[in-house]
């Protein structure tokens, strides 16, 4: 059996967090739970993917506001940055933007608007 990358046992180990865990990872603590060290695990991870382990956290973090925008509605945005592990809401509505080309408030506007409506 072929021995998975420690990159991907990073991202699997990330994936599988829930938003509480996430909210405070950090690569220390991921190498610890995949069983190497951090410098180890930052250099192999931007080797193999081209990004930092940092930058794939973050990633993650936004993917997962996308999603929890799409079903909430009544989540405010202050609530969710907090959720994800945002000290400040401005820090996560900037990196929502730079990662998904908008803004949180108004993509969940667009979403809602898109969503057809239920029938009876």
Known sequence: MKEKRISDQAIHFIL?????E???LTGLEIARNIGTNQAELSRS???D???T???FVKREKIYRALSI????HEKSIDELAKELGFLKVEDFIMEFRRQAAIEPQKYRELRKKAKPAKQA
């Open 53 to 55: 382990l940092s930058v």
């Open 49 to 51: 993917y081209n990004i």
């Open 16 to 20: 599988s967090r829930k938003n509480e």
């Open 69 to 72: 925008l799409d079903r909430d």
């Open 45 to 47: 991870f931007k080797i």
């Open 22 to 24: 996430l909210k405070d």
